[in-house]
T-cell receptor, first 120, second 113 residues
Framework: DTGVSQDPRHKITKRGQNVTFRCDPI?????LYWYRQTLGQGPEFLTYFQNEAQLEKSRLLSDRFSAERPKGSFSTLEIQRTEQGDSAMYLCASSLRLDTVGGSGRYEQFFGPGTRLTVL | DQQVKQNSPSLSVQEGRISILNCDYT??????FLWYKKYPAEGPTFLISISSIKDKNEDGRFTVFLNKSAKHLSLHIVPSQPGDSAVYFCAARPRGSQGNLIFGKGTKLSVKP
């Protein structure tokens, strides 16, 4: 399977604990994204990497959240001192930058299965 | 303030008929639009996309139409199949954004045999 993979698929933790999620993108993709999805909502953007550089962060990404992509391949998302409001599906996506002549690029992002976080 | 709106939370269609899913947006700076399908306990799956310089894109049973003056896009599925039953999300890319896609809340499509 050469799609985006995420680990773990499910995580249950107690409030105040730290959790870390891993994402392995499609191998040739240089862009990696993290999103959060809560019940009844669409995915909400958290942060984006191009190779190892974190280029964009949403205001949703509080200082308790940190993301890394140390070698430009897999990425980790850590949540410190979890709160019940952090309960959500955390989605990772990847894409390959495709800029065509005339500036009309392709911007499809390919998602992994997600990590379901439950904070008790 | 929701920039991408899917005003129908659900849609039910008979197998073989056309499914039309609608999406409205408020930001004229969006330059690329995408549709994703999501089954329970899975991540969203990319379906079809359209650049703002076009008004139609077709891929097999799926066609996306873009009406920039109305800030409206729609996804047509013809013919609808029971396996199409899923939640469909509309997403848009702000011009100049490197990675941020803005999603609607989704429409749950049920295709009945």
């Amino acid at each position: 399977d050469t799609g985006v993979s995420q680990d773990p698929r499910h995580k249950i933790t107690k409030r105040g604990q730290n959790v870390t999620f891993r994402c392995d993108p499609i191998s040739e993709h240089n862009r990696l994204y993290w999103y959060r999805q809560t019940l009844g909502q669409g995915p909400e953007f958290l942060t984006y990497f191009q190779n190892e550089a974190q280029l964009e962060k949403s205001r949703l990404l509080s200082d308790r959240f940190s993301a890394e992509r140390p070698k430009g391949s897999f990425s980790t998302l850590e949540i410190q001192r979890t709160e019940q409001g952090d309960s959500a599906m955390y989605l990772c996506a990847s894409s390959l930058r495709l800029d065509t002549v005339g500036g009309s690029g392709r911007y499809e992002q390919f998602f992994g299965p997600g990590t379901r976080l439950t904070v008790l | 303030d929701q920039q991408v709106k899917q005003n129908s939370p659900s849609l039910s269609v008979q197998e073989g008929r056309i499914s039309i899913l609608n999406c409205d947006y408020t930001n004229s700076m969006f330059d690329y639009f995408l549709w994703y399908k999501k089954y329970p306990a899975e991540g969203p799956t990319f379906l079809i996309s359209i650049s703002s310089i076009k008004d139609k894109n077709e891929d097999g049973r799926f066609t996306v139409f873009l009406n920039k003056s109305a800030k409206h896009l729609s996804l047509h599925i013809v013919p609808s199949q029971p396996g199409d039953s899923a939640v469909y999300f509309c997403a848009a890319r702000p011009r100049g954004s490197q990675g941020n896609l803005i999603f609607g809340k989704g429409t749950k499509l049920s295709v009945k045999p």
